[in-house]
């Protein structure tokens, strides 16, 4: 909690949750989180 600025698992649970709903609703965010994640892993 206190780490993450006051935050608990529930905020972590939720904002997850509206990424996966964003990444298969925005195929232009999937694509751009598909090429901030292949520059990080070279």
């Not at 529930?10 to 990444?23: D, F, S």
């Not at 232009?28 to 598909?34: D, S």
């Amino acid at each position: 909690g206190r780490a993450f600025g006051g935050k608990d698992h529930t905020t972590v649970l939720h904002a997850v949750g509206k990424i996966q709903t964003l990444l298969r609703e925005d195929p232009a965010l999937r694509k751009t989180i598909h090429g901030l994640t292949q520059s990080l892993t070279l």
